[in-house]
T-cell receptor, first 109, second 114 residues
């Protein structure tokens, strides 16, 4: 049974810092891994999707890496801004998406 | 592209009533749709997977008679919460998947049962 965990559970940083959010999964037989952002009371915004054959994906200040063999993915946020404050969820896709526990990020000015 | 809508976005109902939530893929055909539930400050929990024209597959611990799912067309799935009780209050999110592994998510429906 696939289990997905994320650390840290919460993170509070000053504006401008570079951040690393971690995601680990127990079953490496995944199609892809996806990172989402969720603002309070809102739905999900897809940030990056990494196919199982890929090692990383980049979009603007975001970079996600995937190491299937070790069951890990990281989301790197460069030069964080207050607008990045949200909950970040990773999800491993093994025909169905299993979500991690989330990291609540607060970036203060 | 790949837009998924949900209706209603927010619903308040009395205990004992039934509530229907719609999930539509607006610009693609979804062979599979998924329903998730999210408790406050918790992650998303998959409730069921529905394929067009067939019965939904429910995850362990989810009551199929409580949460009725219908996937009548390639662009519409509905979740009906029957005889709702306060413990059913939650944020319900659907997703739709075309013929690819990627899912596209709706904006969610906030259900409050009084």
């Amino acid at each position: 049974k696939q289990e997905v965990t994320q650390i840290p559970a919460a993170l509070s940083v000053p504006e401008g810092e570079n951040l690393v959010l971690n995601c680990s999964f127990t079953d490496s037989a995944i199609y892809n891994l996806q990172w989402f952002r969720q603002d309070p009371g809102k739905g999900l915004t897809s940030l990056l999707l990494i196919q199982s054959s890929q090692r990383e994906q980049t979009s603007g200040r975001l970079n996600a890496s995937l190491d299937k063999s070790s069951g890990r993915s990281t989301l790197y946020i460069a030069a964080s801004q207050p607008g990045d404050s949200a909950t970040y969820l990773c999800a491993a896709n093994t025909d169905k998406l299993i979500f991690g526990t989330g990291t609540r990020l607060q970036v203060f000015p | 592209g790949a837009v998924v809508s949900q209706h209603p976005s927010r619903v308040i109902c009395k205990s004992g009533t039934s509530v229907k939530i719609e999930c539509r893929s607006l610009d693609f055909q979804a062979t599979t749709m998924f329903w998730y539930r999210q408790f406050p400050k918790k992650s998303l929990m998959l409730m069921a997977t529905s394929n067009e024209g067939s019965k939904a597959t429910y995850e362990q611990g989810v009551e199929k008679d409580k949460f009725l799912i219908n996937h009548a067309s390639l662009t519409l799935s509905t979740l009906t919460v029957t005889s709702a009780h306060p413990e059913d209050s939650s944020f319900y999110i659907c997703s739709a998947r075309p013929d690819s592994p990627e899912q596209f998510f709706g904006p969610g429906t906030r259900l409050t049962v009084l």
